[in-house]
């Protein structure tokens, strides 16, 4: 009846802390930038989406970013169907951080999942990684690149809209190998 329409679409975003995960998803789902106060990570949070005419569900999957937290984070990772791997454009560091931890680490634990390359906080300056940078580094790791602005909202709607494009067909998949054991995904989760 409504079950198979309502499962959603598990996504996770990983990156260093401060790139903004936290505030893209509250901008992105509340339609705000939230300037007073962002909590640490996102609760449980489940949203729908119209996407090419058909509604989705996502449940969304904020996570803790530093690396120590490995151990913590691994455990958001089981039958994700899509990741986000976020930087903050202005600082190289957290761009760093993909290569050497995120990617290697989604790259084990997520072998089922597609991934998408994030550079947060194209509103701000100076930037340090650019655009033609981060391209070229998604594409040598088979992954597509999207700039976004937490607080402007640039670019969100381009990059959620595709979440659900490659999740969706992926959707399709883990129903048929599960059947209908898809509890675990009714919920957004936190990771911290
Ligand atoms: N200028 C700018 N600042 C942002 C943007 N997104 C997040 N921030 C700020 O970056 C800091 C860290 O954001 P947060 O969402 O807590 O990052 P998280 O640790 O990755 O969850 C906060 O001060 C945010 O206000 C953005 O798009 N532009
Ligand atoms: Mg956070």
């Known amino acids: 009846m409504q079950e198979e329409s309502t499962t959603p679409i598990k996504l996770v975003v990983v990156g260093d802390a401060g790139v903004g995960k936290t505030s893209t998803l509250i901008s992105y789902t509340a339609n705000s930038f939230p300037r007073e106060y962002v909590p640490r990570v996102y609760d449980n949070l489940v949203s729908s989406m119209m996407v090419d005419g058909k509604v989705y569900n996502i ?11 490995e151990k913590i984070r691994v455990k958001c990772y089981p039958e994700s169907h899509v990741i986000i791997l976020m930087f903050d454009v202005t600082k190289k560091s957290t761009f760093d951080s993909i290569d050497s931890t995120f990617l290697p680490e989604v790259q084990k634990e997520c072998k089922q999942a597609k991934f998408l390359l994030v550079g947060n906080k194209i509103d701000n300056s100076p930037r340090q990684v650019s655009k033609e940078e981060a391209k070229k580094y998604a594409s040598r790791n ?26 969706a067909p992926l959707l399709v998949n883990s129903k048929q190998s599960k059947g209908s054991s898809s509890d675990s995904k009714k919920k957004g989760c936190t990771c911290q």
């Open 142 to 167: 088979s992954m597509e690149y999207f700039e976004i602005s937490a607080q402007s909202q640039e670019g969100l709607k381009i990059l959620f809209d595709q979440v659900v494009r490659i999740g």
């Open 59 to 69: 449940s969304f999957w904020d996570t803790a970013g530093a690396v120590d937290f």
